[in-house]
């Protein structure tokens, strides 16, 4: 079965950090570019991360960038996005997906708040 499972969202406060994680079965990861999208409530979905299959090239969204690393480990069929300084306006849902949009998992729901 070809499967994305994110997970780590939380409550954080505010400057706080979350690791979110991806694990990916059923298809070979490796040969993927990979993404983050988060859809805040009321919003629209927003691109925050990207990287290419081998890890070599990242994108990062101007909302995000300094503060959230993308990584992947293709030897673990695993996503990763490392999360700091979080503002109240990072809270969303977050899903791990293909880059080519053919796959996506179920969000993981992240919220910044005091």
């Known amino acids: 079965e070809v499967q994305l499972q994110a997970s780590g969202g939380g409550l954080v406060q505010p400057g706080g950090s979350l690791r979110l994680s991806c694990a990916a079965s059923g298809f070979t990861f490796g040969n993927y570019g990979m993404k983050w999208v988060r859809q805040a409530p009321g919003k629209g979905p927003e691109e925050v991360s990207n990287?290419?299959?081998?890890?070599?090239?990242?994108y990062y969204a101007n909302s995000v960038k300094g503060r959230f690393t993308i990584s992947r480990d293709n030897a673990k069929n695993m996503l990763y996005l490392q999360m700091n300084s979080l503002k109240p306006e990072d809270t969303a849902v977050y899903y791990c997906?293909?880059?080519?949009?053919?796959?996506r998992g179920q969000g993981t729901l992240v919220t910044v708040s005091s």
């Open positions: 997906g293909t880059r080519d949009n053919t796959l």
């Open positions: 990287i290419n299959h081998s890890g070599a090239t990242r």
